[in-house]
């Protein structure tokens, strides 16, 4: 593993834990040549299903995708990485469990909106205002109004 501080090679394991699901193992390192602390993941890889993009390109599912866009949303708000991350986690797992080849875009981006409307509201309307390309306020102020009123039902 590369040092990010120094990009040395030899580090040690300082502390390794498992993620509750067990799927994930975190390591804690230090690197040898610098003492500098950084933390690793490992997960297993599994073979995800093919995105079909909108315009009918296809590519391979790439969760560091799905982390940036939540990422974005979520800009100075308080929503921790390990949401975002178990947000990514739980699209990324109902995926594989349709044990689909190919996936429509829109599928993922329907999980992410319905999980950011979980997680924060304001970050699910940043991503929806993108996602679904809002023409106009008016668009903009609906899923608002569509927002408020999910919540006096509830």
Do not use: W
């Amino acid at each position: 593993m590369r040092c990010p501080f120094c990009g040395h090679i030899e580090d040690k394991v300082i502390d390794s834990r498992q993620s509750r699901d067990g799927d994930v193992i975190r390591r804690r390192r230090e690197c040898l040549k610098c003492e500098g602390r950084f933390t690793s993941y490992e997960r297993i890889e599994n073979i995800l299903p093919h995105v079909i993009k909108k315009d009918s390109r296809r590519e391979p599912f790439d969760r560091q995708k799905i982390l940036q866009g939540l990422e974005r949303a979520c800009e100075k708000r308080p929503v921790s990485v390990e949401a975002r991350e178990a947000l990514a986690d739980s699209i990324e797992k109902s995926l594989q469990a349709t044990g689909e080849k190919e996936i429509p875009s829109s599928v993922i981006g329907e999980q992410i909106m319905n999980g950011l409307k979980e997680v924060d509201e304001i970050a699910y309307v940043r991503f929806a205002s993108v996602y679904r390309q809002f023409k106009d306020v008016k668009e903009f102020m609906q899923e608002i109004r569509d927002i408020a009123f999910s919540k006096r039902k509830a």
